[in-house]
């Protein structure tokens, strides 16, 4: 019996490197939404913890690090970016499988805070945005979330089914990044 | 015109959705009468000065938002998150 | 011509360029402007309505005269003002507004016709006949008068915007922004100084003033070197600041590539805007003209537009140059050229107390009454105690003083204050939150005063920022003071130009008095002063002095009219930046996509999305031969659809049945695990927002859908009622529309399509209708519902969306070994029509569940959103308009959507509507076209003929009322 294929949703688009930019697609593993019920943060978070290492973020970080990293994502709502979440989380949290549901687009470089300042309506500047902060804003005209994974590197999440669009807006904007010199 | 959203922070308006007056947080009790929900869903103030609207943040952390604000100088007075203006 | 030893540009640097075709030669650093004047160029352009010959006027982005277009086809700027446009090697620039040339403009004549053509004339000359305007006058006077024009062609270049985000926003980097931003700088805060010059430094370039024992121009190439040192701040030259908006917003143009050739990938210009916790605008003055007869020849400039020539390009406009002012400021033109070796004629000073000097000669108490030469100033005529005479000079600089540029403090509705001292407006503190006016447009004018404001107000700015606060410490450098004795208009006959880019004179704003147009804002509007490209910046505040002289007010009470943004002109392209082509709005597509596209499906809009409108199977020329053929092949073997674009909303939590039952009409907390309901959603209101189906897929886990088009109005409703009226509940929900590739798989065969893929093959009675559960597909685990939007047996089979472009493809080849195969929207909208199933062209947001034939829907027993107002008594009423099915009966065989309904007999006018058609199309399987729309008392009404009129197609069709399921009304294909 034939088998299923899988897709990633910039496959054949990137990497693409532009002046002293790149941006490739990132394998951030299983994605599963943590949505803490009503009064079970805490616990949440000592469960997160005691599981996966880290804490249940705050509004506007990350926890945890390469390969398990835990992103807040919005309102009582994180993003848990890598391993098969412990099945005890289910008992402070819903929980969603979302895995297929993220672009998920890694910016680096010495220009990549220009090329954001072109589409992100928020100061993602390194003196403001550092390492472990993330935000929920929009890129261009998408909803997103922009994390600092690094000194000079960004991981950008959008909706799957606007994954070319992704594309598109950070090539033109790195072009025109480029273009300055 | 940028509002501080009580979870991300001061962000431009673009990121927010529009709903209207904070009043459709007061729900009438189904048998409040036809003078409440009448009220409740279609008269609003209209005033100068001072006014408490509800904004939706949309392109971000999805908080509905109460926002008092001065429709004069456009000065943003207070921002809380719908629940909490609720109580 | 070039003076020797004047300037700060680079005389080793010879950069050529075209004028009207001709080749010149300019400088690096230069404008289009100082290059010409320093050729020798003085007539640039001809003005708007009498095509008088005109030349440059300043030395900066006020500049009402020397407009030319830059560039050609695609790449065409017009109204490019020569006093910004900087020259490089390949630019080409023409003039505008004449024909057949600049010289010799045909249209000149109308000078001649000017007793016509002043204020108001649009509305009294060209009145009769009536029919006139529009067909010959209108399109006669919009050829002759007008700037330059649009090449009509799309435009070729990017342009970008940006954010960007500062403590201190300060505003112009002359001496005063300069200051502000060294103080802050120094301190530590986050700064941006934007400049609108291609060089920072104002005035300083452009003046002969020492600041601590060094020239200013030195001074401020130490402090630009020391400020772009600093990490903290950001310069931004080539930057215009044009508007300031609330909680600290300000929109900024930069222009990236108007001064050189294009580069590839290069924007041309990028639309900043900018977040600042403080501002200092330090944006400087504009010096003004003064009014008198024929003060309008290329060759008459403001004095200090003379001195920047002189001193910073290094030209002098003329031979011979007279000075005519109000104000000790304008005697530096005169110091300046004297001590430049230029030959100045006389300083003309309107004051008697002027002050006199060793240099030059100057007459007290004297005005300039008149001026003659044809294509340039040739003489003036000089009225003083003596009487008139003649004077020959190619140069006349004018100097009526200093308005201070209050403009962007004057954007958030703020208005300027008077001060006498300076006759002239300054900016109102507060009149934008957090902003402070420094130096020459807070109306301090000497060097000294400049710096000082500059640093205070940056130290002011720390105080509020919680910054600590340097002590002041100032340069030392000139604190002459600002003597002037206002003269807005010199008297006597002859057309006295105020506002040059509209050519209105003192005359006509008189005339506008006279015909009570008193009101300033009355004024502006008759007369157009004020109301071109320029805004009037050199202008309206003396056009405010003479209307204030002709109504006996004061200025103060005259009051100025609306500043509003942008400073400057900026292109429509650049305000709709990154909105060009792509960049317009996103493009979901779903993971079928591509597979699609490979099958030649034509795509069609879906909000966002893109969803396949049919899958043309060869040979076949229309998308009806295609959706007919897809039609068929659902009803008779099988068809495949993605409707991955469905919104799905994952519900969880111990309170999420409650919470379901008050959003939707209907009862959900009922629903058994493993089954899908149907649901209605309504407004607060009574009205349908909503339907779909969901899914209860656990105890406290359920999976909503919702349409395409209301996906995220669903997720925004949900989220309003969970945190804002029902916050005590405890119930999260996520949008997973993304995470699942989801196909309708519909038809007869659908269970043998299906079980060449499950893991687990289905038995007959496996899986009822409205089942729902995991399976395993291709060894993947997924989800699979039994659920029917085309009356058919009928599955919709999930798969996480890596596998979605996998699970089509493998899906579709197999349906086509059955006999079937892919289905686009076309189809899918037949085969619900057929069955009577309702889109959002039905639930259109004024239908009530009553009027789709839902009304029992609303259930009884438990209160939800729109249940109390759903049951008012005018939505309840059988006279109201409900849905209905339509059938043609007549010898038309066309039903179209949007027609309206009439009785049969009835005429077909507003009083007769008594419904419309919501959706209609033919039926490949009864036949004839089906339709659905909303008929007054429709479902008491089956079996009448109606009289369908569309009006706008000029369709009439007689139409059998029916019920709305046509096909299979039992559906026992659907359950079977």
Known sequence: MAELRANSPCAGALPLVIGSVMAREEDLGVITALLPYRGRETALSEALKAAHGMAFPAPNRATGKVGARAIWAGRDQALLLGPVPDPALCEHAALSDQSDGWAAVRLEGAGAEAVLARLVPVDLRAQVFKRGHTVRSQVQHMAGSITRVGERAFLILVFRSMAATLVHDLKTAMEAVAARG | MRITCPLCGARDRREFYYRGAALALERPAPDAGEQAWDDYLFLRENPAGETRDLWYHANGCGAWLVVRRDTRSHAVLEVRLAGEGAQ | ?976
């Not at chain 3, 960007?164 to 200051?179: N, Q, T």
Request: hydrophobic share 40%; with cysteine; aromatic share 8%.
């Open chain 3, 1 to 976: 011509m070039r003076v020797a030893g004047k300037g700060v540009l680079d005389r080793s640097r010879s950069v050529p360029f075209r004028f009207d075709g001709v080749r010149y030669a300019g400088l690096e650093g230069d404008t289009l402007a100082s290059a010409l004047l320093a050729n020798g160029v003085r007539l640039l352009g001809r003005s708007f309505k009498y095509h008088r010959p005109r030349g440059v006027l300043t030395a900066g982005s006020e500049e009402p005269n020397a407009l030319v277009t830059v560039g050609r086809g695609g790449r065409q700027t017009p109204n490019t003002r020569a006093t910004v446009q900087e020259i490089y090697e390949g630019l080409e620039a023409r003039s505008q507004n004449a024909w057949p040339s600049l010289k010799y403009d045909l249209l000149s004549v109308n000078t001649l016709a000017a007793p016509f053509l002043g204020a108001g004339f649009y509305y009294k000359t060209f009145m009769w006949p009536k029919a006139f305007w529009e067909k010959l006058y209108e399109p006669a006077i919009r050829r002759a008068a007008g700037l330059g024009a649009l090449s009509g062609l799309p435009d070729a270049d990017r342009y970008e915007r940006a954010y960007a985000f500062c403590d201190l926003l300060v505003i112009g980097a002359g001496p005063a922004g300069l200051m502000a931003a060294l103080v802050a700088g120094r301190a530590g805060a986050d700064v941006i100084l934007a400049d609108e010059d291609m060089r920072m430094g104002g005035r300083l370039l452009a003046e002969t003033q020492q600041i601590e024992g060094r020239s200013g121009q030195v001074w401020a190439g130490e402090v630009l070197a020391e400020l772009a040192a600093m990490e903290n701040v950001r310069l931004m030259t080539r930057t215009t600041v044009a508007g300031a908006y609330d909680q600290g917003t300000f929109a900024a143009l930069e222009r990236v590539g108007h001064h050189r050739a294009r580069a590839e990938g290069q924007p041309l210009e990028c639309f900043w805007r900018i977040v600042a916790k403080r501002s200092v605008l330090a944006a400087g003055a504009l010096e003004r003209p003064i009014a008198f007869a024929d003060n309008d020849r290329p060759g008459i400039m403001m004095a200090g537009a003379v001195r920047a020539y002189l001193n910073r390009w290094g030209v002098c406009p003329g031979r011979a140059v007279t000075v005519f002012a109000n104000n000790d400021d304008a005697h530096r033109t005169a110091r300046d050229l004297v001590a430049a070796g230029v030959d100045v004629v006389a300083v003309i000073d309107s004051r008697a107390e002027a002050p006199g000097s060793d240099l030059f000669e100057v007459h007290r108490g004297a005005q300039v009454v008149g001026t003659s030469g044809r294509l340039g100033l040739e003489a003036i005529t000089l009225r003083s105690a003596a009487g008139e005479r003649r004077v020959e000079t190619d140069c006349l600089a004018v100097s009526g003083g200093w308005n201070p540029s209050v403009h962007l403090s004057c954007h958030m509705n703020g208005r300027p204050t008077w001060r006498e001292d300076i006759a002239s407006f300054v900016p109102t503190p507060g009149a934008v939150p957090g902003m402070m006016a420094a130096g020459a447009c807070n109306g301090a004018f000497s060097t000294l005063a400049c710096l000082r404001e500059g640093a205070e107000a940056a130290r002011a700015a720390l105080v509020e920022l919680g910054r600590s606060v340097p002590p002041l410490d100032l340069p030392a450098t000139e604190d002459e003071p600002y003597r002037l004795t206002p003269l807005w208009a010199v008297a006597g006959k002859g057309r006295a130009w105020l506002d040059f880019q509209n050519d209105v004179t003192v005359k006509d704003v008189r005339q506008a008095v006279a015909e009570n147009y008193r009101s300033v804002e009355h004024m502006k509007r008759y007369t157009t002063q004020g109301m071109a490209t320029d805004q009037g910046k050199s202008s309206n505040v003396t056009a405010l002095a003479v209307l204030a002289d002709a109504t006996g007010r004061g200025i103060p009470e005259t009051g100025t009219t609306s500043f509003r943004p942008p400073y400057s002109p900026i292109a429509i392209a650049a305000l709709g930046a990154g909105g060009q082509g792509k960049g317009f709005a996103p493009e979901r597509f779903t993971t079928s996509h591509k597979a699609s596209r490979e099958r030649g499906a034509p795509m069609i809009e879906a909000g966002l999305w893109y969803r396949p409108s049919t899958f043309p199977a060869p040979g076949e020329k229309s998308w009806r031969q295609s959706c007919d053929r897809e039609v068929r092949m659902v009803r008779a073997a099988v068809g495949v659809c993605d409707v991955s674009t469905l919104g799905k909303i994952d519900i969880q939590g111990p309170d999420a049945g409650k919470f379901l039952d008050f959003v939707y009409a209907n009862m959900f907390s009922t629903l058994k695990v493993g089954r899908v309901r149907y649901g209605l959603m309504l407004r607060e209101d009574g009205t349908v927002m909503d339907d779909g189906t969901t899914a209860r897929l656990g105890e406290h886990h359920f999976l909503m859908t919702t349409t395409t088009a209301a996906a995220g109005d669903v997720m925004r409703h949900l989220e309003f009622v969970s945190q804002g009226l029902r916050p005590d509940w405890d119930v999260r929900f996520t949008s997973v529309t993304e995470q699942w590739a989801q196909f309708a798989v519909a038809g007869p065969k659908s269970r043998a399509l299906l079980n060449e893929l499950l893991d687990a093959p289905l038995e007959a009675g496996d899986w009822p209708f409205m089942a729902c559960g995991p399976v395993r597909v291709l060894g993947v685990a997924g989800r699979l519902f039994r659920i029917s939007f085309s009356g058919e047996q009928a599955y919709e089979l999930a798969v996480p969306a890596r596998y979605g472009d996998s699970l089509f493809r493998a899906l579709v080849a197999r349906a086509e070994g059955l006999g079937g195969g892919a289905y686009g929207m076309e189809a899918l909208n037949v085969l619900r029509l057929e069955k009577g199933f309702i889109t959002h062209a039905e639930i259109h947001g004024r239908v009530t569940a009553y009027d789709i034939g839902m009304g029992r829907m609303v259930s009884a027993k438990k209160d939800c959103i729109g249940k109390t107002m759903s049951q008012r008594p005018g939505l309840m009423e059988a006279d109201r308009e409900r849905l209905v099915g339509l059938k043609p009966v007549g010898a038309v065989k066309l039903i179209t959507s949007g027609a309206h309904l009439f009785a049969k007999g009835a005429e077909p006018v507003r009083e007769n509507d008594q419904g419309y058609v919501t959706s209609a199309a033919y039926s490949p399987t009864v036949g004839h076209v089906v339709a659905l729309g909303f008929l007054r008392r429709g479902p008491e009404r089956l079996g009448e003929v109606v009289k369908m009129v569309d009006h706008l197609r000029a369709v009439e069709t007689l139409c059998e009322v029916v019920d709305p399921v046509i096909f299979d009304p039992e559906g026992g294909r659907m359950r079977g």
